[in-house]
């Protein structure tokens, strides 16, 4: 009885995450799309002014993120990765364990029954944030 309650649930998911799962672009502008020549270029020391991103160029705001973008550019030249697997791997797959997590420690502190509530809560939580297609 346990296993098929697990195999149902990693049916739900896969339903659920089809999107996370498949090639393919998960957005439609609101993440960053850099070509290889690009990626290269986030692989070198940030400067002070930048022009990516402003006409005439500009100071650089973005320093903070630097750690960030030199290992998103590190996975496409050195590992030779596509843009859209980069993004997986950086934002939404840890975004997913994160949250997964983070409901299954909330479930855990308010209820006894940690599976049923947990399951629930964090498909339909996460349907709903990508069902807008």
Not at 79 to 88: E, K, S, T
Not at 105 to 118: D, P
Request: glycine share 8%; aromatic share 20%; proline share 4%.
């Amino acid at each position: 009885m346990k296993k098929i309650k697990y195999i149902l649930l990693a049916i739900v998911i896969f339903i659920v995450f089809r999107k996370f799962l498949m090639a393919g672009p998960l957005v439609s502008g609101d993440a960053p799309y850099f070509y290889k020549e690009g990626l290269s270029e986030l692989i070198k020391f940030p400067g002070t002014w930048i022009s990516r991103g402003n006409t005439l160029g500009g100071i650089n705001l973005f320093l903070w993120i630097y750690p960030i973008m030199f290992l998103y550019g590190m996975l496409g030249v050195v590992f030779h990765l596509n843009n859209d697997l980069i993004l997986r791997l950086l934002f939404y797959f840890p975004s997913l364990v994160f949250g997964f997590y983070g409901i299954y420690l909330l479930t855990k502190t308010l209820t006894n029954n940690n599976c049923t509530f947990f399951c629930y809560v964090s498909v339909s939580a996460q349907y709903l944030l990508s069902s807008s297609d």
